[in-house]
């Protein structure tokens, strides 16, 4: 009996050893260094919110995470710091919220400015009645010059990289929560319509979304580096 209670003892000590060393490696791991890129990545929609349907069926919300998932990976991998506003299917507000959608909202952008990131990208998809209609297409803050550059930068590579039939140019916007809010340069990326059956069939496959989460980081990384030779400042003057 004696020893079974040593025994348990010493499991348990070794159990909360071994919990506090990978509690010590996940801090260093997820520590920033001070000259380290931050990006924070923003999965659109989450939880009670599915974002916009595809044609069969398609949550958009799924396909945000899972694009974003990717492209963190990608970024960490050229040693940029990655922030997520989500990583699993739950939204940012309360369940007992009588707005997710505004909490949601801004929730995202309040982790944005404590985080003061060099850019942020916000994953979604899109929708349109004409099932006809397709490509990616990137938006900025009509009113920030550092977000029309990112938009641009990333619009740029979607096309080459994607689909050069894409003939969409990054597109200005005033009306967008994130983007009007956001102080530090910010894009959406709509990366296809899930209303248009071919697209909508690419957007959930693991391929496609590979190569948009490959262009999305170029278009990324060629940002934070064009902004680090300029010298200019990193914030947005909105
Ligand atoms: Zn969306």
């Given at each position: 009996?004696?020893?079974?209670?040593?025994?348990?003892?010493?499991?348990?000590?070794l159990?909360?050893?071994?919990?506090?060393?990978?509690?010590?490696?996940?801090?260093?791991?997820?520590?920033?260094?001070?000259?380290?890129?931050?990006?924070?990545?923003?999965?659109?929609?989450?939880?009670?919110?599915?974002?916009?349907?595809?044609?069969?069926?398609?949550?958009?919300?799924?396909?945000?995470?899972?694009i974003?998932?990717?492209?963190?990976?990608?970024?960490?991998?050229?040693?940029?710091?990655?922030?997520?506003?989500?990583?699993?299917?739950?939204?940012?507000?309360?369940?007992?919220?009588?707005?997710?959608?505004?909490?949601?909202?801004?929730?995202?952008?309040?982790?944005?400015?404590?985080?003061?990131?060099?850019?942020?990208?916000?994953?979604?998809?899109?929708?349109?009645t004409?099932?006809?209609?397709?490509?990616?297409?990137?938006?900025?803050?009509?009113?920030?010059?550092?977000?029309?550059?990112?938009?641009?930068?990333?619009?740029?590579?979607?096309?080459?990289?994607?689909?050069?039939?894409?003939?969409?140019?990054?597109?200005?916007?005033?009306?967008?929560?994130?983007?009007?809010?956001?102080?530090?340069?910010?894009?959406?990326?709509?990366?296809?319509?899930?209303?248009?059956?071919?697209?909508?069939?690419?957007?959930?496959?693991?391929?496609?979304?590979?190569?948009?989460?490959?262009?999305?980081?170029?278009?990324?990384?060629?940002?934070?580096?064009?902004?680090?030779?300029?010298?200019?400042?990193?914030?947005?003057i909105?």
């Amino acid at each position: 009996m004696k020893k079974s209670w040593m025994e348990l003892v010493m499991a348990l000590l070794l159990i909360a050893g071994a919990y506090q060393i990978s509690k010590e490696g996940a801090r260093v791991v997820s520590q920033r260094k001070a000259d380290q890129a931050v990006v924070v990545l923003d999965a659109g929609h989450g939880g009670s919110d599915p974002g916009k349907i595809g044609v069969n069926g398609e949550k958009e919300k799924d396909i945000n995470l899972q694009i974003t998932l990717l492209l963190k990976k990608k970024l960490e991998k050229k040693k940029v710091y990655v922030i997520l506003t989500r990583n699993s299917d739950e939204g940012l507000y309360d369940s007992g919220s009588k707005n997710k959608k505004v909490q949601d909202l801004q929730n995202r952008v309040d982790l944005i400015h404590a985080k003061k990131p060099d850019c942020v990208v916000s994953v979604h998809q899109n929708s349109y009645t004409s099932p006809e209609v397709k490509g990616a297409q990137v938006f900025y803050f009509t009113h920030s010059a550092e977000g029309k550059k990112l938009a641009e930068g990333l619009q740029n590579s979607l096309v080459e990289d994607v689909d050069p039939e894409n003939h969409r140019l990054a597109k200005g916007n005033t009306s967008y929560y994130l983007l009007k809010k956001t102080d530090a340069p910010a894009a959406i990326v709509e990366c296809g319509f899930l209303s248009n059956p071919d697209e909508a069939k690419l957007l959930k496959s693991k391929d496609y979304q590979n190569k948009l989460a490959d262009s999305i980081c170029r278009g990324i990384l060629e940002y934070i580096k064009t902004d680090k030779k300029s010298g200019k400042s990193q914030k947005t003057i909105t």
